[in-house]
């Protein structure tokens, strides 16, 4: 296994100074040269925080504006950097287009998809109560279509382009894999939220039948993958540091079909006859515990392997947003566990995730500012193997 190490640039008159703008760059409009989908992970990993918070089965003074402001926050962030990688497509094409081929950040092609359905689902959930019901909807609703849209896409098209054109050894597999098979699923979870504002009949039963038909995509692709990961990190160990975090992404599909299955249940009654409305409502929680367990062993096994790492060298990478998202969707899960079974124990585990989840994107946030700052994070990548960093380590 061999991996990159991003080049180190200078000005003609040398090193740029400390802490100055954009010093690792260049040109400042290099900013949008390399700019990948995987910056979109930041935008899902801030959105979770804002969607996590509304449904905490403990809320203090405060947490619902706080979730409402990381919304506007998550918002803002797409809207930007959606407009920044207009411009990287119009302004470097080639680049752009070269993405989708690259083994490693081929597969986050994922996160756009992920990242208009996050913000769409909160804007639902905290919007509402800033541009309205029905602004609320509309907005959701074509958010979440944009997003359904392009997730059925990449969960075809890049596990095509990885079995017949991408370089992948055996010991290829890592958690990014995972990228482009997720979002059914989490068009599954966040369309629930739309069902009932569709017209009672076959409108409803449509979107509740899709939904169940993402879920079952994203489900099985997963565990397929999940597999392979376990069975690379069993015979290959960890490989570089800077991919340890994507080991983290596991916990999204799990945490995403829990949170999924009870949702969908919950909304079941609204498009399905008896007996199947019931076993819905079943399903989400027969299915969701034991989903539920083995995400949080896999929690405990990811955490384990990272501090391993942590304790050699763990170099900040936009791999770190890999520590957010996917420990929001367990969140969410939980919250949907602890509704359903008017259970303490599983209050008690959301609260203690959602610390969790608010630790990691505060420091994965600061670090990724600073890298921004700096311009570090706009680097252009060495050529790599499918182990390699998909970005360029911080300083």
Not at 297 to 314: E, F, I, P, V
Request: positive net charge; charged residues 10%.
């Amino acid at each position: 296994m061999t991996t990159s190490v991003a080049p180190t640039p200078h000005t003609q008159s040398g090193r740029r100074p400390a802490g100055r703008f954009l010093r690792d760059l260049d040109r400042p409009a290099d900013v949008f040269r390399n700019l990948g989908p995987n910056w979109y992970a930041s935008i899902m990993g801030t959105g979770i925080v804002a969607n996590a918070a509304a449904v905490l089965p403990v809320q203090v003074t405060g947490l619902r504006l706080f979730a409402t402001a990381v919304w506007a926050l998550a918002s803002a962030l797409l809207v930007a950097l959606t407009a920044a990688w207009a411009l990287h497509w119009t302004r470097h094409p080639e680049i752009a287009r070269g993405h989708a081929h690259h083994p490693v950040m081929g597969h986050f092609w994922g996160a756009p998809a992920m990242a208009l359905m996050t913000v769409g689902a909160g804007t639902l959930t905290l919007g509402r109560n800033w541009i309205g019901p029905t602004a609320a909807v509309r907005v959701d609703a074509v958010l979440w279509t944009g997003g359904t849209l392009l997730g059925l896409v990449t969960c075809v098209w890049i596990p095509y382009l990885a079995m017949t054109e991408h370089e992948v050894g055996e010991d290829s597999a890592f958690g990014g894999w995972l990228m482009p098979v997720v979002p059914p699923m989490v068009s599954a979870a966040t369309g629930a939220a739309l069902v009932p504002h569709l017209a009672p009949g076959q409108e409803r039963l449509t979107l509740l039948l899709a939904c169940y038909a993402m879920f079952g995509i994203s489900l099985f692709s997963s565990i397929v993958i999940i597999t392979q990961v376990w069975s690379r990190l069993v015979r290959h160990k960890l490989g570089p540091a800077a991919m340890v975090p994507t080991l983290w992404i596991v916990l999204g599909p799990l945490g995403q079909s829990v949170t999924a299955a009870n949702a969908l249940g919950s909304v079941a009654h609204l498009a399905l006859p008896e007996p199947y409305a019931a076993g819905a409502a079943v399903f989400g929680v027969v299915y969701g515990l034991p989903t539920w367990g083995f995400a949080m062993m896999w929690l405990a096994l990811a955490t384990g392997l990272t501090l391993r790492t942590l304790r050699n060298r763990l170099p900040f990478a936009l791999t770190w947003w890999s520590f957010t998202f996917p420990v929001g969707t367990c969140v969410t899960g939980t919250c949907a566990l602890a509704l359903r079974l008017h259970s303490d124990a599983f209050d008690g585990a959301a609260v203690a995730l959602y610390v969790l989840l608010l630790t990691a994107w505060a420091t994965v946030a600061v670090r990724t500012l600073r890298g921004s700052f700096l311009g570090t994070l706009f680097l252009a990548q060495a050529p790599a193997t499918a182990q390699a960093p998909a970005t360029a380590p911080a300083r």
